[in-house]
């Protein structure tokens, strides 16, 4: 038994033992082990600038705010508040501050009297912002030792007062762009099944549209308005995400498809202002996510579930953008394919 260990422990010409990985080989795993190590690490500190920063950054930015009443009233308010937080507008009355909060053009008003401050909020354009208000005009109230009442111009429905249905639908929305990638690109492998993918996705975005807006409108009874017009914003937000990651990963492959799903799940997902409003996220983090599909999703699904449609054409535009974009990535990949084709059979 002695000499059999002696022989299996016998060292190689080169000193090693046969069982010894060599050495390049241990410095390649070691470097590949660094490299994943830095990679996760770097990748979780992403998650948490971009879920933690926001909200410790979150108030009113530049959030346009109605007042009326006498206008040395409205002068001095205008001094009291912050330069960067909120952008003061003028209405000649309280119907004229009312019309510009339904029509988007202020996310809420104050109408001084000699009776008190009438607070105006649109609590479905953003509870975040709508608390904001309510608690400045208050605040505002009790300087002038007088009363304020709270008059809420956009509420969610009695059924969710709150909204909680529609924080709730920000992660649905943006695996519903994920999701039917993965899902058909599994069963539907190869350049011949891009056309194949492309209809599967479209089909998927307007099932799930339906089905996402029936559940949040019927179910759980966070929408009002046109069920249809809401399901079909709700199904271009999805294609908005499926067809760029079918355009990435049939151009560049996984690595395509990965680097896009970090990006939506990191960046898109927590600068959406779903929850919030985008006016409650600092300018450059709003800007960015309101470019983004989840961002210009949740935009587009707020004006047409509580606005009738009022502000809807910017947020279709930049979803209408991504789907150009994610079939301009597979009419690249298509011709790409075609080209490397046609040179194999020519040679």
């Known amino acids: 038994m002695s000499a059999n260990f002696a022989t299996s422990a016998a060292p190689e010409p080169n000193g090693s033992t046969p ?5 390049s080989g241990g410095r390649k795993l070691a470097a590949q082990l660094v490299a994943i190590v830095v990679g996760l690490t770097a990748a979780i500190t992403l998650m948490l600038c971009a879920f933690g920063l926001p909200s410790a950054n979150g ?27 909120w952008e003061i507008t003028r209405y000649g009355n309280a119907h004229a501050l009312t019309r510009a909060i339904e029509n988007r053009d202020a996310v809420g008003g104050l109408a001084f009297s000699d ?6 909020t649109a609590t479905a354009g953003g509870q975040m912002i709508s608390n904001a208000v ?13 009363s304020a009442t709270v008059r809420d111009i956009v509420p969610f429905p009695e059924d969710d007062p709150r909204g909680t249905g529609l924080a709730s639908a920000a ?37 799930g549209g339906a089905a996402v807006t029936a559940v949040l409108q019927f179910g759980i009874g966070t929408l ?23 355009g990435l990963e049939s151009l560049l492959g996984y690595a395509g498809f990965g680097a896009g799903s970090v990006v939506m799940m990191f960046l898109g997902n927590p600068l959406s202002g779903l929850a919030t409003g985008p006016y409650w996220l600092p300018d450059g983090w709003s800007t960015l996510g309101q470019l983004m599909p989840p ?53």
């Open 19 to 23: 069982h010894d990985p060599p050495p």
């Open 59 to 85: 108030g009113p930015h530049h959030a346009p705010l109605g007042v009326t009443g006498p206008k040395s009233t409205v002068a001095a308010v205008q001094k009291q508040l912050p330069g960067d937080g």
């Open 115 to 120: 009776d008190g401050v009438t607070v105006y």
């Open 134 to 146: 309510s608690g400045l005009g208050t605040t505002l109230a009790d300087r002038q030792h007088v």
């Open 171 to 207: 992660l649905p929305m943006v695996f519903g762009g994920m999701l039917p990638a993965i899902v058909l690109l599994h069963f539907f492998p190869g350049h011949t099944n891009l056309r194949t993918r492309l209809v599967g996705v479209v089909a998927f975005a307007l099932a």
């Open 224 to 246: 009002a308005g046109n069920y249809w017009v809401t399901s079909l914003g709700l199904g271009l937000g999805m294609a908005a995400l499926a067809i760029p990651f079918l």
């Open 295 to 347: 961002g210009a999703s949740g935009s587009l699904l707020r004006a047409d579930a509580f606005y009738d449609g009022t502000g809807a054409g910017g947020p279709a535009v930049v979803l209408g953008v991504w789907v150009l974009a994610g079939l301009a990535l597979m009419f690249a990949a298509d011709r790409r394919h075609n080209r490397k084709a046609g040179n194999a059979q020519a040679a």
